[in-house]
């Protein structure tokens, strides 16, 4: 299991940054030239069906091991793009052996430094092995601590043929950081019961409830003409947009004051002119029918708005963004409950919070492909301050060796798949 740190260290060096902007698919085409070496690495592991789609996606399995064809497959999922919001070419790695507790210095900009103060995570990792970037890049933990980790348990497992488990599947995505990781993912050909992500942060976590998500577009429509000659004529756009964002809500259900498991709405763009401006806001809640509730408020508020001024007009268009994997995962209780145990097996305490955003696996999960989210080491992502312990790398590994393990036991003692 040790060598997920060189596994890591390879990984990073690939710039697989993606881009919101790019209509092809994936994204870049930089992400191909990892996904391609992973479908290589993968067949010189020996998994002979490792292959890599036209869309990018590479999959592959570890067959079961003697005896237990039976077991359902199970899948483990990572991401290889990083975020668009850093760079993320040329990143230089460096192992930070035997952290002591102090300050963490980035050689290439004086003013990155990790400090204990600021990052309480740090405390728990006294004495660990501490991965960071060299102060200008991100370090592309999200996701490529993920991507080690998988990659580690199936050498492991090739490695270890008495190790009892089913067929276990593997598959490494592109464009999760831009909301795009499953458009084209193939759940029938992956042919999974269930899947985990390797895609969160401090060891023993197991993340199974996300946000419920909608894009909301209200576009108020005025009327321009010559502002010399505009008397009793114009209708400016502008300021009504500008009247229904100064009545949203200052206290409350917006991203600046809500946390856990509270709600909000969020104007993030404006596209704006005299004639026609729109707000462009995204809605979010943990409960589904609370988004309803909230759309509600804001149509009523656009439309409220809109009536102070004669001869404006509100158009409201909502797009369902994602759903909160919750409502598939509490179908079937053993998939998180299995993951506990695996944690649990590789000496951690198992622990849960609510993630504020969604991840590859709510879409999935709606998809037919139940999938929670493990713990792959990774903090302060996106950021010249990202960072991972070697030994969270290790954790996780052992996670998924043991997780295949949990399910084989399961099955034969004929329990729910
Ligand atoms: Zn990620």
Same mark, same amino acid.
């Given at each position: 299991?040790?060598?997920?740190?060189?596994?890591?260290?390879?990984?990073?060096?690939?710039?697989?940054? %993606?881009?919101?902007? %790019?209509?092809?698919?994936?994204?870049?085409?930089?992400?191909?030239?990892?996904?391609?070496?992973?479908?290589? $690495?993968?067949?010189?592991?020996?998994?002979?069906?490792?292959?890599?789609?036209?869309?990018?996606?590479?999959?592959?399995? &570890?067959?079961?091991?003697?005896?237990?064809?039976? &077991?359902?497959?199970?899948?483990?999922?990572?991401?290889?793009?990083?975020?668009?919001?850093?760079?993320?070419?040329?990143? =230089?790695?460096?192992?930070?052996?035997?952290?002591?507790?102090?300050?963490?210095?980035?050689?290439?900009?004086?003013?990155?430094?990790?400090?204990?103060?600021?990052?309480?995570?740090?405390?728990?990792?006294?004495?660990?092995?501490?991965?960071?970037?060299?102060?200008?890049?991100?370090?592309?933990?999200?996701?490529?601590?993920?991507?080690?980790?998988?990659?580690?348990?199936?050498?492991?497992?090739?490695?270890?043929?008495?190790?009892?488990?089913?067929?276990?599947?593997?598959?490494?995505?592109?464009?999760?950081?831009?909301?795009?990781?499953?458009?084209? +993912?193939?759940?029938?050909?992956?042919?999974?019961?269930?899947?985990?992500?390797?895609?969160?942060?401090?060891?023993?976590?197991? $993340?199974?409830?996300?946000?419920?998500?909608?894009?909301?577009?209200?576009?108020?429509?005025?009327?321009?003409?010559?502002?010399?000659?505009?008397?009793?004529? @114009?209708?400016?756009?502008?300021?009504?947009?500008?009247? +229904?964002?100064?009545?949203?809500?200052?206290?409350?259900?917006?991203?600046?004051?809500?946390?856990?498991?509270?709600?909000?709405?969020?104007?993030? &763009?404006?596209?704006?002119?005299?004639? =026609?401006?729109?707000?462009?806001?995204?809605?979010?809640?943990?409960?589904?029918?609370?988004?309803?509730?909230?759309?509600?408020?804001?149509?009523?508020?656009?439309?409220?708005?809109?009536?102070?001024?004669?001869?404006?007009?509100?158009?409201?268009?909502?797009?369902?963004?994602?759903?909160? @994997?919750? $409502?598939?995962?509490?179908?079937?209780?053993?998939?998180?409950?299995?993951?506990?145990?695996?944690?649990?097996?590789?000496?951690?305490?198992?622990?849960?919070?609510?993630?504020?955003?969604?991840?590859?696996? %709510?879409?999935?999960?709606?998809?037919?492909?139940?999938?929670?989210?493990?713990?792959?080491?990774?903090?302060? +992502?996106? %950021?010249?301050? $990202?960072? &991972?312990?070697?030994?969270?790398?290790?954790?996780a590994v052992e996670v998924i060796v043991q997780l295949a393990e949990v399910w084989a036991e399961a099955s034969s003692q004929g329990r729910p798949e």
């Open positions: 299991m040790s060598d997920v740190l060189e596994r890591f260290l390879r990984y990073v060096q690939y710039d697989t940054q %993606s881009n919101e902007q %790019s209509r092809t698919y994936p994204s870049t085409e930089k992400q191909l030239v990892l996904l391609r070496d992973l479908a290589a $690495e993968l067949r010189a592991l020996g998994l002979a069906d490792a292959s890599i789609d036209e869309h990018g996606y590479v999959m592959a399995t &570890v067959p079961a091991t003697a005896g237990h064809d039976h &077991v359902p497959a199970i899948g483990f999922i990572a991401h290889v793009d990083t975020s668009p919001e850093m760079s993320g070419a040329g990143v =230089k790695p460096i192992v930070h052996r035997n952290y002591d507790g102090g300050a963490l210095a980035l050689p290439d900009d004086p003013n990155a430094v990790l400090r204990a103060g600021e990052i309480p995570e740090l405390a728990d990792h006294v004495g660990h092995d501490i991965v960071t970037a060299s102060g200008t890049t991100l370090l592309g933990a999200d996701d490529k601590a993920g991507v080690a980790e998988i990659m580690t348990a199936a050498a492991y497992l090739v490695a270890h043929p008495e190790i009892p488990h089913g067929p276990v599947r593997i598959a490494f995505t592109p464009d999760e950081e831009i909301g795009r990781g499953t458009k084209y +993912f193939d759940v029938a050909a992956f042919g999974a019961v269930c899947a985990y992500t390797l895609d969160g942060g401090p060891r023993g976590e197991i $993340e199974f409830e996300s946000f419920s998500a909608d894009a909301m577009t209200v576009t108020f429509h005025g009327f321009n003409t010559h502002p010399g000659y505009a008397k009793g004529r @114009m209708v400016n756009a502008i300021k009504i947009a500008g009247a +229904f964002i100064a009545a949203l809500p200052a206290d409350s259900l917006s991203p600046e004051t809500t946390g856990g498991y509270e709600g909000f709405v969020h104007p993030y &763009v404006v596209t704006a002119a005299v004639d =026609k401006t729109s707000v462009k806001l995204i809605v979010r809640d943990f409960i589904t029918a609370a988004l309803q509730e909230k759309e509600s408020l804001l149509t009523d508020l656009a439309e409220r708005t809109a009536a102070r001024f004669p001869g404006a007009r509100v158009e409201i268009a909502i797009e369902e963004q994602y759903r909160n @994997m919750r $409502e598939i995962l509490d179908g079937h209780p053993h998939i998180v409950e299995r993951a506990r145990e695996a944690i649990r097996r590789a000496g951690l305490e198992p622990h849960s919070k609510p993630i504020r955003g969604g991840t590859d696996g %709510s879409r999935l999960s709606f998809m037919g492909l139940p999938t929670p989210n493990l713990f792959a080491g990774e903090h302060s +992502f996106h %950021s010249r301050l $990202e960072w &991972v312990a070697v030994q969270d790398m290790e954790k």
